[in-house]
């Protein structure tokens, strides 16, 4: 059983010693990497441009089969620009939803979301329905 004495010993060694193990991992990656030099820079990685439109896109609620929907539709640009704006959208929301004829559907009732997210991106937008 440690006295405490004993253990404030350890204790005030525990920071010398998690140094001293992080530096063992620098000298291994240095063996291992002889010509790479760290770099304290962050690598900024460019978010893909969509194409922004003059015209607003519509944001509007359905109800289909009782359920409560999103529909965002409008885009003038090309479909792939769109699709990727569908996959941003769902992956912001953390719902489910689709692209089918030239509309995002987004299940659940996120308008004003929706508009806020689409606003920050620099899209016109206009509300329809409630």
Known sequence: MYRSTELNNNLKR???LIG?????????LKN?????TPSNE???????TIWLQEDPLICKY???KGKATTIIEGYTGATSDF????KELKKLLGVGGSFKNEQIIIQGDYR????NFLKGK???VKRVGG
């Open 42 to 48: 962050t690598e900024k990685v460019e978010e893909p």
């Open 32 to 36: 291992l990497f002889p010509e790479h």
């Open 62 to 64: 359905e109800k289909r």
């Open 20 to 28: 001293g193990i992080i530096m063992d991992l620098q000298d291994q």
């Open 83 to 86: 699709k990727q704006l569908a």
């Open 112 to 115: 004003d979301k929706i508009m």
């Open 14 to 16: 525990f920071p010398d």
């Open 122 to 124: 620099g899209f016109k």
